[in-house]
């Protein structure tokens, strides 16, 4: 009854109901949706703002920053990124959960919202200045006493900030500054900022307005040990790789070393998707890491071995693919882009014949303008020696044939012989490097030669870099020597002699090596290796580089899409590159600026140079050692004054009073007073600061740090930070006293401890950096301002947009810097108004300097070797005039010095055209000033417009200027490249629209745009542009002299370090107990959970795996010293300490420890019992080791650039000691 | 709310104030007597704050409140952390100063507690909805304060004054991250 009583009440005979569908479990009817309003309200907004993420990931993703009523409320991945047409995976969408959790730092509890000063530094100067009206007085009474300045600097780490107005922190700033260029000099000023391309106008706010003063830009890439000098001494070229597109066009794919569904998570998609293509993926890794999953193969090669399986594998494509069965597509490649088919010198000495140098046109007495930079090959036409364009004296000879034609000067085509095995005069036994641990003596293989005669009418003994690299390899092609007979032979370098020092099965290695070469035969050179990290990240990292690379180009496969190398560590592309380097360094206003390479500094200003350990002897090379068995700081110091690189602070003298000293010694004109200090130098009457680098006049007084965690992140020889550099507390635990010590550079008793005067730091958050800074900024957030990011991963340009205002008192870097200039300049005007300078730079590479020392011979003017002269034997020096009390003009408009030219990359275009574009874009400064009536960079929109209007990559106008400007140099057609889009013209707002695809532009070596991924070197293959070396070509052969007395003039096998975690002399003491502890290789790769320490401190990230430091060991390890997972440990060697749990997992082999990289110190870390302080950072056990061959300068592509090469700043080659933490202590007490 | 009560909430806004300002010292004079008035021990933390040398005054606070997150004087960090109804939290704390008839300021967030301790002061019908919430946070900073410090007694106040919450103490999603409203259920 009661069913058909409700039946009856739901029944409906005048209403009509709506359609039923799905079976009739749904219907349509116009029912109230209020409820939806629920969810609506929830996902509510007012506007969605297009913005993306800084520094330092390289990902650049484009997302939508959601705001409801101001507030930030989430954001989520942009998905209108431009297709990349038919047969390829698209971009979108980009991001990962890293980037998603980026909005908790705007509000976050952590957040810097005011300008902190250090108290006990405030006070101070707030005291001195009640009755001390000159600032600059203020700030020299407040460092002097010796008193005051300890007790702020010992507080660095230890809290104590105070809250102050921007006023006096630009106050406090300007007089230390100024200050410091009154007494000591601008080159005591430097800052340090990396990855600009990760926001661009950041960077060159900071950068700018420290150039345009005088002060010291320190490099970041070659510090972070993520530059591969590999790269420079190759292709003339840093880091120019494929987007992550390309890798789907690949064949053969192998990953090597670099993490990328963990690093490069929102681009590993197109990895995945290549497998359904077909390709192959192999993994090279010591451990079960994230990409072994993907791959189809694992070869478990150990940890800091890479180049021995690499050796082994290009020894069976050399033996299988170049002399059992020529294939005809890599001998083709070989003969026309790489060096190949040179000739190199052999030289006797003492009974034994060694490779030398790249033969000459000087050497054959050619008339020929640079003639000693024009390379040899054998023409088998003519049967006598040619010298094809496109070598470097071809690019400095105005001749107009720079290119690679394989023509002689007078355009006859030539057919260059890549071997004389079947032409030889002799056959020579020829001693070569033998690098295999506990070798005495070189190894004896012979190779066929010629005989050539030299201008004296003297016999010359030549041979192909190819003939030389069988040898080198050990492909006998039945020459006598010390050859392996076979693949099981275990000589060097056959897949046997791999196997017992990788791990890895030689039939495994010789597989590879075998499919990869025949991929790329098939396929024309689809056949691609990406690396990263995990192999660049070594003192030997150019070998390892330079081993790998070899397998990509003796297989065609580089400079071919879906080919060549892939490297992704801390790598970046400024795609705007010329517009941004013109901003960022002041070129518009002022050159040259001052830039050193970061190792370098770091060495010195941290004292890591007193803690050396004696390099090992290498009885198996055939030269006299006088490089390689150099202390690096000697190395440095010769490196300094033979203008290799360059070297900051100059001069124990102020560079102004040197100016003055020259003017009243009645030198008037430039020129007059750079010889006069030239003499001044050579006499040693003005000494170089590198070689007093602890007098307390040689310090670097005033440091910036900005979009960067110095000391939590990159710092290597932390410890050594704390202790020296900041007198702050530091745990080094080595002993200086017995360590091994430089010849020529001064090391008084007492090494310095505090050499910063002021530390400055700003930052949204609160880093290890920030802790140990005397004044912290607050700035702006990616959601907070106007800025550009670009990466080689894809080919889009994107904004960063504000979506809310920068919150509390933080500002953007550029307002910040802006902020700081306009107080420089106040109190400049009325202290320090004008300077004269004298700027010391080295020779640099793409500029006539990279011809300035011939034949790769050392020549040092202080042994009286040849003639000191500046810019050839010796740094450039040049008079700069600084306008200080102008500086904010100058830093916010753009400068006369941009008219006359863009000059990038050695590539010329006239200035005028892009000025006048600017203007109309930004319009004219009106304030008074030298800049008035130029265009305007008073905001960072206007920064940013200016960036994107003086590119190529993003200007289609200035990409058309400069592919004319290079036709001219190379007498190649090329404008055809950007046919057709021309007239593009990016501006700010275009690119907030919609993501856009870069444009080609020659100061990029790939060619991109709708159809094409950008894949580098294309341009050089496609269009026969030369690559920026010594033969025009890719390099296996570096003939310069410091590469050959370290053995290393071809790609060869060295082992990582094995020194133990303490030296002979360390006195470790009582509580460096080792009893219940095992010794480790400890590594430090990047972490999944954060992007160095951004992010990793979000509770996010924190609770996506266990939160705080953390190393990871192996199961074997664990149990040698009796530790469960989880448990805490202690990590210690002669560096420092650190203290972690422990994570306790199979993928990790014996013998090995990770910590994650950057983990920082502001999260929980308890006492460690060996210092007896808080435990450190993942680099308190680090320590870096500058290596010789990556100072070699004034010679080719080995010339030096700011992060294009520079020694690297490497971490992995450190064993340490791990054991048990008996007691935890959280120092709260 | 007696105003009384609103007297005390005003006066402790004022006290939390960064003292690195003349206006914070000028302010701190001025109400010495009506804070000794108001409650013997706001006259008291008046008195101690002005015996303190300033520049260690203003490290104390800094170390307190803007570099210990447990510390921190925004409510809604307290209560969701890293939770994206944070953004959702912040909307309506600015919504409820906009009823009242006054704006937030722009470089300043609607959950900043001397902001919440004002409003409630001088628009009581704030009270109802905020009183639990801020006496809760409150709780947990005391606590974290410990019994010494010198900042202790404004807090014990504001939780005597709004009244100490009924329901058992909620714990912070600082002490909880699980607790927070992951995109996915953590599971053990």
Same mark, same amino acid.
């Given at each position: 009854?009661?069913?058909?009583?409700?039946?009856?009440?739901?029944?409906?005979?005048?209403?009509?109901?709506?359609?039923?569908?799905?079976?009739? %479990?749904?219907?349509?009817?116009?029912?109230?949706?209020?409820?939806?309003?629920?969810?609506?309200?929830?996902?509510?907004?007012?506007?969605?703002?297009?913005?993306?993420?800084?520094?330092?990931?390289?990902?650049?993703?484009?997302?939508?920053?959601?705001?409801?009523?101001?507030?930030?409320?989430?954001?989520?991945?942009?998905?209108?990124?431009?297709?990349?047409?038919?047969?390829?995976?698209?971009?979108?969408?980009?991001?990962?959960?890293?980037?998603?959790?980026?909005?908790?730092?705007?509000?976050?509890?952590?957040?810097?919202?005011?300008?902190?000063?250090?108290?006990?530094?405030?006070?101070?100067?707030?005291?001195?200045?009640?009755?001390?009206?000159? /600032?600059?007085?203020?700030?020299?009474?407040?460092?002097?006493?010796?008193?005051?300045?300890?007790?702020?600097?010992?507080?660095?780490?230890?809290?104590?900030?105070?809250?102050?107005?921007?006023?006096?922190?630009?106050?406090?700033?300007?007089?230390?500054?100024?200050?410091?260029?009154?007494?000591?000099?601008?080159?005591?000023?430097?800052?340090?900022?990396?990855?600009?391309?990760?926001?661009?106008?950041?960077?060159?706010?900071?950068?700018?307005?420290?150039?345009?003063?005088?002060?010291?830009?320190?490099?970041?890439?070659?510090?972070?040990?993520?530059?591969?000098?590999?790269?420079?001494?190759?292709?003339?070229?840093?880091?120019?790789?494929?987007?992550?597109?390309?890798?789907?066009?690949?064949?053969?794919?192998?990953?090597?070393?670099?993490?990328?569904?963990?690093?490069?998570?929102?681009?590993? #998609?197109?990895?995945?998707?290549?497998?359904?293509?077909?390709?192959?993926?192999?993994?090279?890794?010591?451990?079960?890491?994230?990409?072994?999953?993907?791959?189809?193969?694992?070869?478990?090669?150990? *940890?800091?071995?890479?180049?021995?399986?690499?050796?082994?594998?290009?020894?069976?494509?050399?033996?299988?693919?170049?002399?059992?069965?020529?294939?005809?597509?890599?001998?083709?490649?070989?003969?026309?882009?790489?060096?190949?088919?040179?000739?190199?010198?052999?030289?006797?000495?003492?009974?034994?014949?060694?490779?030398?140098?790249?033969?000459? *046109?000087?050497?054959?007495?050619?008339?020929?303008?640079?003639?000693?930079?024009?390379?040899?090959?054998?023409? @088998?036409?003519?049967?006598?020696?040619?010298?094809?364009?496109?070598?470097?004296?071809?690019?400095?000879?105005?001749?107009?044939?720079?290119?690679?034609? $394989?023509?002689?000067?007078?355009?006859?085509?030539?057919?260059?012989?890549?071997?004389?095995?079947?032409?030889?005069?002799?056959?020579?036994?020829?001693?070569?490097?033998?690098?295999?641990?506990?070798?005495?003596?070189?190894?004896?293989?012979?190779?066929?030669?010629?005989?050539?005669?030299?201008?004296?009418?003297?016999?010359?003994?030549?041979?192909?870099?190819?003939?030389?690299?069988?040898?080198?390899?050990?492909?006998?092609?039945?020459?006598?020597?010390?050859?392996? @007979?076979?693949?099981?032979?275990?000589?060097?370098?056959?897949?046997?002699?791999?196997?017992?020092?990788?791990?890895?099965?030689?039939?495994?290695?010789?597989?590879?090596?075998?499919?990869?070469?025949?991929?790329?035969?098939?396929?024309?050179?689809?056949?691609?290796?990406? $690396?990263?990290?995990?192999?660049?990240?070594?003192?030997?990292?150019?070998?390892?580089?330079?081993?790998?690379?070899?397998?990509?180009?003796? @297989?065609?496969?580089?400079? +071919?899409?879906?080919?060549?190398?892939?490297?992704?560590?801390?790598?970046?592309?400024?795609?705007?590159?010329?517009?941004?380097?013109?901003?960022?360094?002041?070129?518009?206003?002022?050159?040259?600026?001052?830039?050193?390479?970061?190792?370098?500094?770091?060495?010195?200003?941290?004292?890591?140079?007193?803690?050396?350990?004696?390099?090992?002897?290498?009885?198996?090379?055939?030269?006299?050692?006088?490089?390689?068995?150099? #202390?690096?700081?000697?190395? =440095?110091?010769?490196?300094?004054?033979?203008?290799?690189? /360059?070297?900051? !602070?100059?001069?124990?003298?102020?560079?102004? *009073?040197?100016?003055?000293?020259?003017?009243?010694?009645?030198?008037?004109?430039?020129?007059?007073?750079?010889?006069?200090?030239?003499?001044?130098?050579?006499?040693?009457?003005?000494?170089?600061?590198?070689?007093?680098?602890?007098?307390?006049?040689?310090?670097?007084?005033?440091?910036?740090?900005?979009?960067?965690?110095?000391?939590?992140?990159?710092?290597?020889?932390?410890?050594?930070?704390?202790?020296?550099?900041?007198?702050?507390?530091?745990?080094?635990?080595?002993?200086?006293?017995?360590?091994?010590?430089?010849?020529?550079?001064?090391?008084?008793? =007492?090494?310095?401890?505090?050499?910063?005067?002021?530390?400055?730091?700003?930052?949204?958050?609160?880093?290890?950096?920030?802790?140990?800074?005397?004044?912290?900024? !607050?700035?702006?957030?990616?959601?907070?301002?106007?800025?550009?990011?670009?990466?080689?991963?894809?080919?889009?340009?994107?904004?960063?947009?504000?979506?809310?205002?920068?919150?509390?008192?933080?500002?953007?870097?550029?307002?910040?810097?802006?902020?700081?200039?306009?107080?420089?300049?106040?109190?400049?005007?009325?202290?320090?108004?004008?300077?004269?300078?004298?700027?010391?730079?080295?020779?640099?590479?793409?500029?006539?300097?990279?011809?300035?020392?011939?034949?790769? #011979?050392?020549?040092?003017?202080?042994?009286?070797?040849?003639?000191?002269?500046?810019?050839?034997?010796?740094?450039?020096?040049?008079?700069?005039?600084?306008?200080?009390?102008?500086?904010?003009?100058?830093?916010?408009?753009?400068?006369?010095?941009?008219?006359?030219?863009?000059?990038?990359?050695?590539?010329?275009?006239?200035?005028?055209?892009?000025?006048?574009?600017?203007?109309?874009?930004?319009?004219?400064?009106?304030?008074?000033?030298?800049?008035?009536?130029?265009?305007?960079?008073?905001?960072?929109?206007?920064?940013?417009?200016?960036?994107?209007?003086?590119?190529?990559?993003?200007?289609?106008?200035?990409?058309?200027?400069?592919?004319?400007?290079?036709?001219?140099?190379?007498?190649? /057609?090329? =404008?055809?490249?950007?046919?057709?889009?021309?007239?593009?013209?990016?501006?700010?707002?275009?690119?907030?629209?919609?993501?856009?695809? *870069?444009?080609?532009?020659?100061?990029?070596?790939?060619?991109?745009?709708?159809?094409?991924?950008?894949?580098?070197?294309?341009?050089?293959?496609?269009?026969? +542009?030369?690559?920026?070396?010594?033969?025009?070509?890719? #390099?296996?052969?570096?003939?310069?002299?410091?590469?050959?007395?370290?053995?290393?003039?071809?790609?060869?096998?060295?082992?990582?370090?094995?020194? /133990? !975690?303490?030296?002979?002399?360390?006195?470790?003491?009582?509580?460096?107990?080792?009893?219940?502890?095992?010794?480790?290789?400890?590594? @430090?790769?990047?972490?999944?959970?954060?992007?160095?320490?951004?992010?990793?401190?979000?509770?996010?990230?924190?609770?996506?795996?266990?939160?705080?430091?953390?190393?990871?060991?192996?199961?074997?390890?664990?149990?040698?010293?009796?530790?469960?997972?989880?448990?805490?440990?202690?990590?210690?060697?002669?560096?420092?300490?650190?203290?972690?749990?422990?994570?306790?997992?199979?993928?990790?082999?014996?013998?090995?420890?990770?910590?994650?990289?950057?983990?920082?110190?502001?999260?929980?870390?308890?006492?460690?019992?060996?210092?007896?302080?808080?435990?450190?950072?993942?680099?308190?056990?680090?320590?870096?080791?500058?290596?010789?061959?990556?100072?070699?300068?004034?010679?080719?592509?080995?010339?030096?650039?700011?992060?294009?090469?520079?020694?690297?700043?490497?971490?992995?080659?450190?064993?340490?000691?791990?054991?048990?933490?008996?007691?935890?202590? %959280?120092?709260?007490? | 709310?007696?105003?009384?009560?609103?007297?005390?909430?005003?006066?402790?806004?004022?006290?939390?104030?960064?003292?690195?300002?003349?206006?914070?010292?000028?302010?701190?004079?001025?109400?010495?007597?009506?804070?000794?008035?108001?409650?013997?021990?706001?006259?008291?933390?008046?008195?101690?704050?002005?015996?303190?040398?300033?520049?260690?005054?203003?490290?104390?606070?800094?170390?307190?409140?803007?570099?210990?997150?447990?510390?921190?004087?925004?409510?809604?960090?307290?209560?969701?952390?890293?939770?994206?109804?944070?953004?959702?939290?912040?909307?309506?704390?600015?919504?409820?100063?906009?009823?009242?008839?006054?704006?937030?300021?722009?470089?300043?967030?609607?959950?900043?507690?001397?902001?919440?301790?004002?409003?409630?002061?001088?628009?009581?019908?704030?009270?109802?909805?905020?009183?639990?919430?801020?006496?809760?946070?409150?709780?947990?900073?005391?606590?974290?304060?410990?019994?010494?410090?010198?900042?202790?007694?404004?807090?014990?106040?504001?939780?005597?004054?709004?009244?100490?919450?009924?329901?058992?103490?909620?714990?912070?999603?600082?002490?909880?991250?699980?607790?927070?409203?992951?995109?996915?259920?953590?599971?053990?």
């Amino acid at each position: 009854m009661a069913n058909k009583r409700n039946a009856l009440l739901r029944s409906v005979d005048y209403l009509k109901r709506g359609r039923r569908i799905n079976q009739g %479990w749904s219907e349509e009817n116009g029912r109230a949706r209020d409820w939806e309003d629920v969810y609506r309200g929830r996902w509510q907004h007012d506007r969605v703002v297009r913005s993306t993420h800084g520094v330092n990931c390289t990902g650049s993703c484009s997302w939508k920053i959601h705001v409801k009523n101001g507030i930030v409320t989430w954001e989520t991945q942009q998905t209108d990124y431009p297709s990349l047409g038919e047969n390829v995976p698209e971009y979108e969408p980009r991001g990962c959960p890293r980037g998603a959790s980026y909005s908790w730092y705007l509000y976050s509890p952590g957040r810097v919202k005011y300008p902190y000063v250090r108290g006990e530094l405030l006070s101070a100067w707030k005291q001195i200045r009640e009755h001390e009206e000159n /600032p600059l007085k203020a700030w020299r009474a407040l460092v002097s006493d010796a008193a005051q300045r300890q007790a702020y600097q010992s507080a660095r780490g230890k809290g104590g900030f105070v809250r102050a107005e921007w006023d006096t922190v630009s106050e406090i700033i300007s007089a230390a500054m100024l200050d410091t260029v009154q007494t000591y000099g601008p080159d005591r000023v430097a800052g340090f900022s990396p990855i600009p391309a990760m926001s661009q106008v950041s960077f060159a706010a900071g950068s700018r307005f420290i150039s345009l003063m005088g002060g010291t830009m320190v490099s970041f890439y070659d510090w972070y040990a993520d530059l591969p000098p590999a790269s420079p001494q190759i292709w003339g070229e840093q880091t120019d790789v494929p987007e992550s597109a390309d890798w789907y066009n690949a064949g053969y794919f192998i990953i090597w070393g670099t993490n990328l569904p963990m690093t490069r998570t929102p681009d590993a #998609h197109f990895m995945v998707e290549g497998r359904y293509n077909g390709t192959k993926v192999v993994g090279v890794s010591p451990d079960y890491a994230e990409y072994v999953k993907f791959a189809d193969l694992w070869l478990p090669c150990k *940890a800091g071995t890479d180049a021995a399986l690499a050796m082994a594998m290009a020894h069976v494509i050399l033996k299988e693919f170049y002399v059992d069965n020529p294939t005809p597509y890599f001998l083709d490649y070989a003969k026309n882009y790489t060096d190949l088919p040179f000739l190199v010198t052999l030289k006797q000495q003492d009974g034994h014949w060694r490779a030398d140098r790249f033969l000459n *046109a000087n050497d054959l007495g050619l008339n020929v303008p640079q003639a000693d930079w024009k390379t040899v090959v054998w023409d @088998t036409t003519t049967g006598s020696p040619e010298i094809p364009n496109g070598s470097l004296g071809y690019r400095w000879d105005g001749q107009h044939k720079w290119n690679l034609r $394989l023509e002689n000067p007078e355009g006859t085509p030539i057919q260059p012989a890549l071997s004389f095995i079947e032409a030889a005069d002799s056959v020579l036994s020829v001693s070569l490097p033998n690098l295999q641990t506990g070798s005495s003596r070189p190894f004896a293989r012979s190779l066929p030669a010629r005989r050539v005669t030299n201008s004296l009418g003297e016999t010359m003994w030549v041979t192909t870099v190819y003939d030389l690299m069988m040898a080198h390899m050990g492909i006998s092609r039945g020459l006598p020597g010390d050859y392996p @007979t076979d693949y099981d032979d275990v000589t060097a370098y056959t897949p046997a002699w791999q196997e017992a020092i990788t791990g890895v099965d030689r039939n495994l290695a010789i597989q590879v090596a075998r499919e990869f070469a025949d991929n790329a035969a098939k396929t024309r050179g689809r056949s691609m290796i990406a $690396l990263g990290a995990g192999t660049n990240h070594w003192y030997h990292s150019d070998l390892i580089y330079r081993s790998i690379i070899n397998l990509v180009l003796l @297989t065609g496969s580089q400079g +071919i899409n879906g080919g060549g190398w892939a490297h992704y560590v801390g790598q970046e592309k400024v795609r705007p590159l010329e517009g941004w380097n013109t901003l960022a360094f002041g070129l518009d206003w002022n050159r040259p600026p001052r830039q050193h390479a970061g190792t370098s500094f770091f060495y010195f200003a941290t004292d890591q140079f007193r803690y050396e350990e004696p390099a090992l002897k290498l009885p198996g090379v055939p030269t006299s050692g006088r490089f390689r068995d150099a #202390h690096p700081a000697d190395m =440095t110091t010769l490196a300094s004054r033979l203008g290799w690189l /360059p070297s900051f !602070p100059q001069w124990t003298e102020n560079s102004l *009073a040197v100016v003055a000293e020259a003017r009243n010694a009645g030198c008037g004109s430039a020129d007059e007073i750079v010889q006069h200090v030239a003499q001044r130098l050579t006499s040693g009457d003005l000494e170089w600061a590198v070689e007093n680098p602890d007098d307390p006049r040689n310090f670097p007084r005033v440091f910036f740090i900005w979009r960067s965690n110095l000391l939590g992140a990159s710092g290597k020889g932390h410890e050594y930070f704390l202790k020296h550099m900041l007198g702050a507390a530091g745990h080094v635990l080595g002993n200086p006293d017995e360590s091994w010590q430089p010849e020529t550079v001064k090391t008084p008793g =007492t090494i310095p401890e505090g050499k910063l005067d002021l530390l400055v730091d700003m930052d949204f958050r609160m880093t290890s950096s920030g802790l140990y800074a005397d004044i912290v900024l !607050p700035a702006a957030t990616w959601y907070e301002k106007h800025d550009l990011s670009s990466t080689d991963m894809h080919p889009f340009v994107h904004p960063f947009n504000p979506a809310v205002a920068p919150l509390w008192e933080s500002k953007s870097d550029w307002d910040a810097f802006r902020t700081l200039a306009e107080a420089f300049s106040r109190m400049a005007a009325r202290y320090l108004p004008v300077v004269d300078d004298l700027v010391m730079t080295p020779l640099q590479h793409d500029s006539p300097g990279e011809i300035a020392q011939p034949h790769g #011979h050392v020549r040092d003017w202080r042994q009286g070797e040849c003639e000191p002269v500046v810019g050839k034997t010796m740094p450039n020096l040049t008079l700069v005039h600084r306008d200080y009390a102008h500086l904010i003009n100058q830093m916010t408009t753009l400068g006369p010095l941009a008219d006359e030219g863009i000059v990038t990359k050695g590539i010329r275009i006239d200035g005028h055209a892009a000025v006048a574009e600017l203007m109309e874009r930004v319009g004219s400064s009106k304030w008074e000033g030298p800049g008035r009536g130029r265009p305007s960079l008073w905001t960072g929109r206007q920064a940013a417009e200016a960036i994107l209007t003086l590119s190529g990559p993003t200007n289609g106008h200035r990409a058309m200027e400069e592919w004319q400007s290079l036709e001219n140099t190379t007498g190649v /057609p090329l =404008t055809a490249a950007i046919h057709g889009r021309e007239d593009t013209a990016y501006r700010f707002e275009d690119l907030t629209i919609q993501p856009r695809l *870069a444009l080609p532009a020659p100061v990029w070596s790939g060619l991109e745009g709708e159809g094409r991924r950008y894949s580098p070197f294309t341009a050089n293959v496609d269009f026969k +542009i030369p690559w920026r070396t010594i033969t025009g070509r890719q #390099h296996f052969y570096l003939d310069h002299e410091v590469m050959l007395d370290y053995g290393e003039g071809l790609p060869i096998y060295r082992p990582p370090s094995d020194n /133990p !975690p303490f030296a002979s002399g360390d006195e470790a003491g009582d509580t460096a107990d080792v009893s219940q502890a095992v010794t480790v290789r400890y590594l @430090t790769p990047h972490q999944k959970w954060g992007i160095h320490s951004t992010y990793s401190d979000t509770p996010r990230m924190l609770t996506l795996f266990r939160g705080g430091q953390t190393v990871w060991m192996s199961m074997e390890d664990a149990k040698a010293i009796g530790i469960e997972d989880n448990d805490w440990i202690e990590v210690f060697n002669r560096n420092g300490a650190i203290v972690a749990r422990a994570v306790i997992s199979h993928r990790i082999p014996k013998g090995v420890a990770m910590m994650y990289h950057a983990q920082d110190r502001t999260i929980g870390v308890p006492k460690s019992l060996v210092t007896g302080d808080r435990g450190g950072t993942h680099n308190s056990v680090t320590r870096i080791i500058p290596k010789g061959t990556h100072m070699i300068g004034g010679y080719g592509q080995l010339s030096y650039s700011m992060n294009y090469y520079g020694p690297t700043g490497h971490q992995r080659d450190v064993l340490t000691w791990i054991r048990p933490l008996k007691e935890v202590d %959280w120092l709260e007490d | 709310m007696r105003d009384q009560e609103r007297l005390v909430l005003k006066l402790v806004a004022g006290l939390l104030d960064y003292p690195g300002h003349p206006a914070f010292w000028m302010r701190l004079r001025e109400h010495a007597s009506l804070a000794e008035e108001a409650d013997a021990r706001l006259g008291a933390v008046s008195k101690a704050l002005q015996r303190v040398v300033p520049i260690e005054l203003e490290k104390l606070y800094v170390a307190a409140f803007d570099f210990d997150p447990k510390g921190s004087l925004y409510v809604t960090a307290h209560e969701l952390g890293d939770s994206r109804d944070r953004g959702q939290a912040l909307i309506e704390l600015t919504e409820l100063c906009q009823k009242a008839g006054y704006d937030v300021p722009d470089d300043q967030l609607a959950d900043y507690l001397p902001l919440l301790l004002e409003l409630m002061a001088v628009y009581p019908d704030s009270v109802a909805s905020l009183a639990e919430r801020v006496s809760s946070m409150a709780g947990r900073i005391a606590e974290h304060l410990g019994p010494d410090h010198l900042y202790r007694p404004l807090f014990d106040l504001i939780q005597e004054t709004l009244g100490r919450p009924n329901a058992a103490d909620v714990p912070s999603v600082e002490e909880h991250p699980d607790l927070v409203d992951l995109p996915y259920p953590i599971e053990y």
